[in-house]
């Protein structure tokens, strides 16, 4: 049995002049395409209609694809700070330093029955 190569598309060869737009061969020269990152034989053609790759905020193309990215609620240097000072990570009050009772149970809220620090993050 023979088996057939993978044919490998680069995102440049739509806008090649030797493109076919075949499924089943990607090029004249190189019909199941280049072998590395970069193809030896590309010329842009004039006719073809330029991709537009464009970023929205909030989103990313992988491998070709744009794909939105979840939103993030808080930037990289508050999410340190909620881990420095957080009592689910301290198990200390952070404005009195009173130590909560590491009882392990799925506590939702740590509000400080000391001070009255009230635990807004969720």
Same mark, same amino acid.
Request: hydrophobic share 30%; aromatic share 12%.
């Given at each position: 049995?023979? +088996?057939?190569?993978?044919?490998? +598309? ?7 002049? !030797?493109?076919? /737009?075949?499924? !089943? ?7 199941? #395409?280049? @072998? /590395?990152?970069?193809?030896?034989? !590309?010329? $842009?053609? $004039? ?6 790759? =464009?970023? $929205? ?16 609620? =808080? ?13 689910? !990570?301290? /198990?200390?009050? $952070?404005?009195? #330093?009173?130590?909560?009772?590491? *009882?392990?149970?799925?506590? @939702?809220?740590? *509000?400080?029955?000391?001070?009255? =620090?009230?635990? *807004?993050?969720?």
């Amino acid at each position: 049995m023979i +088996k057939s190569r993978a044919i490998r +598309k680069l995102p440049e060869c739509d806008r090649c002049r !030797f493109y076919s /737009g075949s499924p !089943f061969i990607v090029c004249a020269i190189l019909p199941a #395409g280049p @072998v /590395g990152a970069e193809c030896p034989h !590309f010329a $842009p053609d $004039p006719n073809a209609e330029p991709v537009e790759l =464009w970023e $929205p905020e909030g989103a990313t193309y992988y491998n070709g694809e744009l794909v939105l990215q979840p939103p993030q609620r =808080w930037s990289r240097e508050q999410q340190l700070e909620l881990l420095d000072t957080h009592p689910m !990570f301290t /198990g200390k009050c $952070p404005s009195c #330093g009173y130590i909560f009772e590491r *009882d392990y149970s799925a506590r @939702v809220h740590y *509000d400080c029955p000391e001070c009255g =620090w009230m635990d *807004d993050s969720v």
